[in-house]
């Protein structure tokens, strides 16, 4: 099991920037691929991005890449996303997700934090 916490969500203007961070507890942190997902008002949960259990791959969906840069820090038991030029179509509720392998379906999820982007 692990368990996962998000935080560093809130209301910036569009350009601006946000670093949302997630701490994991539970099984070692090492282990886990880890993503971040959202969910826009009214639609499905999509993809953000992803990271491999050292850091060493990186995927990103076509809308964010460039803007968005997905991290870990494994001594801290953290994942972050740096999210820059912020769009208001980046509206959105934002979950952290664990897996042993990087995934789009992953077994391990946060409860979610809220950003939205105004213009």
């Known amino acids: 099991q692990v368990q996962l916490v998000e935080s560093g969500g809130g209301l910036v203007q569009a350009g601006g920037s946000l670093r949302l961070s997630c701490v994991a507890s539970?099984?070692?942190?090492?282990?886990?691929?880890m993503g971040w997902f959202r969910q826009p008002p009214g639609k499905l949960r999509e993809f953000v991005a992803a990271?491999?259990?050292?850091?060493?791959?990186?995927h990103y969906s076509d809308s964010v890449k460039g803007r968005f840069t997905i991290s870990r820090d494994n001594a801290e038991n953290t994942v972050y996303l740096q999210m820059n030029s912020l769009k208001p179509e980046d509206t959105a509720v934002y979950f952290c997700?664990?897996?042993?392998?990087?995934?789009?379906?992953?077994?391990?999820w946060g409860q979610g934090t809220q950003v939205t982007v105004s213009s």
């Open positions: 997700a664990a897996d042993r392998v990087v995934t789009t379906t992953p077994d391990y």
């Open positions: 539970g099984r070692a942190f090492s282990e886990y691929a």
């Open positions: 990271i491999n259990w050292n850091g060493v791959n990186t």
